[in-house]
């Protein structure tokens, strides 16, 4: 987890509203991918970025899911507007050269009502 | 349609307890398999990489294998502090696209 600061940690909305995750990378990266986590579906990778750039988003749900890189050192996934659905747990991880090798935050909880 | 599945979900074990974990995946051009431990409340951790059927790589009391259909993940003698979720994943290209497990989770008890 040291590697990556994802805040904030909970976030309790109602549905509607919108959400905004964040990421801080602290060590240099190459990558930078967002996963979402939910006991039915799993670990599922959301969306990643290349040097800032967005590489692949075919993993974001909907079009109410969004994600930045404004730089190196962060990242943010909106939700707009939230839904029930959306409920689970949102990691940023961060890779280097060998991208497989992914380091994870501690996650966001979302709790949509 | 690609496919990584674990068995079992859950496992006991008392603490000394030898087993192994099971990974089984339905991948074409698969590139790479990976471990991952994940913690209660805290993101998954990289453990292991294995790219090729027939290799093995050991680290304390974890072995990881791998044939051309699954990968099993030996525990030796484990000991509470092993107790987590073992999450698998794999890569069809080496863009960084793992596709996960739904994971184990062992509770090993003293």
């Known amino acids: 987890d040291a590697g990556v600061i994802q805040s904030p940690r909970h976030e309790v909305t109602e549905m509607g509203q919108e959400v905004t995750l964040r990421c801080k990378p602290i060590?240099?990266?190459?990558?930078l991918f967002w996963y979402r986590q939910t006991m039915m579906r799993g670990l599922e990778l959301l969306i990643y970025f290349n040097n800032n750039v967005p590489i692949d988003d075919s993993g974001m749900p909907e079009d109410r899911f969004s994600a930045k890189m404004p730089n190196a050192s962060f990242s943010t996934l909106k939700i707009q507007p939230s839904e029930p659905r959306d409920s689970a747990v949102y990691f940023c991880?961060?890779?280097?050269?060998?991208?497989?090798?992914?380091?994870f935050g501690a996650g966001t909880r979302l709790s949509v009502l | 349609e690609d496919q990584v599945t674990q068995s079992p979900e859950a496992l006991r074990l008392q603490e000394g307890e030898s087993s192994s974990l099971n990974c089984s995946y339905t991948v074409s051009g698969l590139r790479g398999l990976f471990w991952y431990r994940q913690d209660p409340g805290k993101g998954p951790e990289f453990l292991f990489t294995l790219y090729s059927a027939g290799e093995e790589k050991e680290k304390e009391r974890l072995k990881a294998t791998l044939t051309k259909k699954e990968s099993f993940l030996h525990i030796t003698a484990p000991k509470p502090e092993d107790s987590a979720t073992y999450l698998c994943a794999v890569t069809k290209s080496n863009t960084g696209k793992l596709i996960f497990g739904q994971g184990t989770t062992l509770q090993v008890k003293p």
């Open positions: 991880a961060i890779a280097d050269t060998d991208k497989n090798i992914q380091y």
């Open positions: 060590s240099g990266h190459d990558y």
